[in-house]
């Protein structure tokens, strides 16, 4: 027989063990491995002996011949098998006990070969994941929202809870101090489920009273409350990442916790509607006040800035250095730099930099709404100047 002919033959020899690899690839792990093994070794031996006689054949120029013979192998043995192997998965599974025969026959020959033909498992990274997800989002097989869900469960385990709690300033809290009716009316004024009890002062909670059992209460008195609608807190530190607290929540089976700093003060509350948040984004009920944009841009150069924005933000949106890690809001920033509390109701503008900074409304003690203005030529911190109305 022509060496042409054995190397087209070995061709198909390797086309019908390619078939019969890709047949039994579902096949449980121990069969697969016996008789993936043998197959590979087959296939291997098919392509050597088709070398062989394709090389001897001397037709054209021997590197021509390599490189043509290759491609025939490429596509006839590899391509054309797998593809026709999984467009008929009838076929695939009647010719099973065809290629666990032949395998047994020559599992004699290869079985002391140490090699695995099962491909190692390798582990995917997080970054791995990351990358997927954005190139089905640039393929448009996720939506964007989706995108965003996805990498935001990926930010959890480094988020700390003091990104995302309430902080202290803005928590409604219920005092011992106070008589049944104060608690009434705190709990009719404003529409929480919970709101911590506090003791001596506050930073000592001493319970979380849960609206749901307290409105069940026909005796509203604070004994009777502090008894059947108190129930004990769940602390956690400031430090805590947001994945952690979650799993916390759960295993106590509360959707409420306390979050304290390193010197055991309270630093604010955060809720198991807060993670969610994290995850969803920011959610309003029906009837909730939409509340503006913490940084709103007026023109090219102007800004409305409350003073509760995040001074991070704050420098990314105007282009700044800012005093990031002495300062955490905006407020706290301009308020240090003025050098006293101003009264509630007090209006004053301060240069700060480039800045030019008119506060328009002072209230509890906080700074409410600012106008911005990014000047040209700023003057140095130090050289700040402030005027007060």
């Known amino acids: 027989m022509e060496p042409l002919t ?32 043998t197959i590979l070794w087959l296939k291997l031996l098919a392509l050597c002996a088709g070398l062989f006689f394709c090389l001897r054949s001397r037709v054209v120029n021997p590197y021509i011949e390599l490189a043509l013979y290759l491609y025939i192998v490429f596509i006839f043995g590899e391509l054309l098998p797998c593809r026709w192997a ?24 290869t079985f002391l070969i140490p090699i695995d033909p099962k491909p190692v498992k390798e582990k995917i990274s997080e970054e791995d994941i990351r990358e997927m997800i954005n190139a089905a989002s640039e393929s448009e097989n996720i939506d964007e929202p ?58 000592d909670i001493v319970g979380i009273l849960d609206t749901r059992d307290y409105f069940r209460l026909e005796d509203t008195c604070q004994a009777n409350v502090l008894k059947h ?69 007026i023109n090219e150069n102007q800004w409305r800035i409350y003073g509760l924005a995040d001074l991070d933000e704050v420098q990314k949106k105007l282009g700044v250095p800012l005093p990031v890690e002495e300062y955490d809001t905006f407020s706290g920033y301009v308020l240090g730099s003025y050098g006293h509390i101003p009264q ?34 700023g003057v140095l911190l130090d050289e700040s100047t402030e005027k007060e109305n």
Request: net charge negative.
């Open 6 to 37: 054995l190397s087209i033959l070995c061709v198909a020899l390797y086309g019908f063990f390619t078939f019969g690899q890709t047949a039994i690839a579902d096949d449980p792990d121990q069969v697969f491995k016996q008789t993936s093994k």
């Open 86 to 109: 999984s467009t008929h998965e009838a076929l695939c599974e009647r010719s099973l006990p065809l290629f666990r025969s032949i395998a047994r026959v020559f599992a004699l020959f």
């Open 146 to 203: 989706q995108k965003d869900i996805i990498e935001n469960v990926f930010e959890l385990d480094d988020t700390s809870i003091e990104e995302i709690c309430t902080h202290r300033s803005q928590v409604v809290s219920l005092s011992l101090d106070e008589n049944d009716q104060t608690w009434k009316r705190i709990i009719h004024d404003n529409r929480h489920t919970f709101y911590p009890v506090t003791g001596k002062d506050d930073d």
């Open 229 to 297: 609608a108190v129930d004990q807190p769940l602390f956690v530190s400031e430090n805590v990442k947001v994945d952690h607290l979650f799993f916390e929540m759960k295993n106590h089976r509360t959707y409420f916790a306390v979050v304290l700093d390193e010197y055991g003060g309270m630093t604010g509350i955060v809720t198991l509607h807060d993670i969610i948040e994290t995850i969803l984004g920011e959610m309003h009920e029906v009837d909730d006040e939409i509340e503006p944009e913490e940084i709103d841009p």
């Open 344 to 377: 509630d109701g007090t209006k004053f503008d301060i240069v700060l930099g480039p800045l030019d900074i008119h506060v328009k409304e002072i209230k509890n003690h906080r700074i409410g709404q600012t106008i911005v203005t990014k000047l040209e030529k």
